[in-house]
């Protein structure tokens, strides 16, 4: 493939021999018709390159567009059944927040417009913020300091739902159990929830699932 520079360079230079040539005598007409005088019929882009490579990359960027189309959504890793909980526990409160597709609590993550799916939705999230869904142990005196907060987010076919808890504790040094016997019972769907947590002075890590719905909190 000849360059930009060549082909700025070989004409100049082939002129300069024909030049050479007709002062010394030799026969101009010769040297004209065996030296070409001019550059191959080559088409450059913006930088240089042919414009069939140019259009190559194109293609390229184009494939590499719909990869990312395909993985733009907010929502990150995303898989029916599974669940992340994060429990963060500071002096007498523990706040605790479950992230999961809506499948997990709707049976469905599309954004609901009938009559039958709106009625499922209210009470599913009826069902989810009510007592007992999520646990401490009884010798900590916890109940929640608030209603249970829930927010939808969607993002073309796929949706999930964030729940908050936040529990005001009695005997906070009491607090050694997470419990979500309630959470498996009532939700079918949820097969594996990822727990983080961390105190004042601890942090580990646990996996819930219908049988092991509950974990210890180190002191």
Not at 47 to 63: F, I, L, M, R, T
Request: include cysteine.
């Amino acid at each position: 493939m000849m360059s930009l520079k060549n082909s700025v360079l070989i004409p100049l230079a082939v002129g300069a021999l024909v030049v050479v040539s007709s002062a010394c005598g030799g026969d101009e007409e010769a040297a004209a018709a065996d030296v070409p005088t001019t550059a191959p019929d080559v088409t450059l882009d913006a930088v240089g390159e042919p414009a069939d490579k140019a259009d190559d990359h194109a293609d390229d960027d184009e494939h590499d567009d719909e990869h990312d189309d395909e993985g733009s959504s907010g929502l990150g890793a995303h898989e029916h059944g599974t669940a992340e909980m994060t429990i963060a526990w500071f002096d007498d409160e523990v706040a605790i927040d479950l992230i999961s597709p809506t499948f997990n609590v709707f049976g469905f993550e599309y954004e609901p417009v009938s009559d039958e799916d709106l009625a499922i939705e209210a009470d599913r999230l009826t069902a989810l913020t009510a007592l007992g869904v999520i646990a401490l142990n009884n010798e900590a005196g916890c109940s929640l300091a608030g209603p249970v907060a829930t927010e939808v987010d969607r993002d073309g076919s796929h949706s999930e739902i964030t729940v908050s808890w936040v529990f005001e504790c009695e005997n906070a040094d009491d607090v050694s159990q997470v419990d979500a016997a309630g959470l498996f019972a009532e939700f079918p769907n949820f097969e594996d929830v990822d727990v983080q947590w961390v105190s004042e002075s601890e942090q580990s890590a646990a996996e819930l699932s219908p049988s092991a719905t509950s974990f210890m909190l180190l002191q």
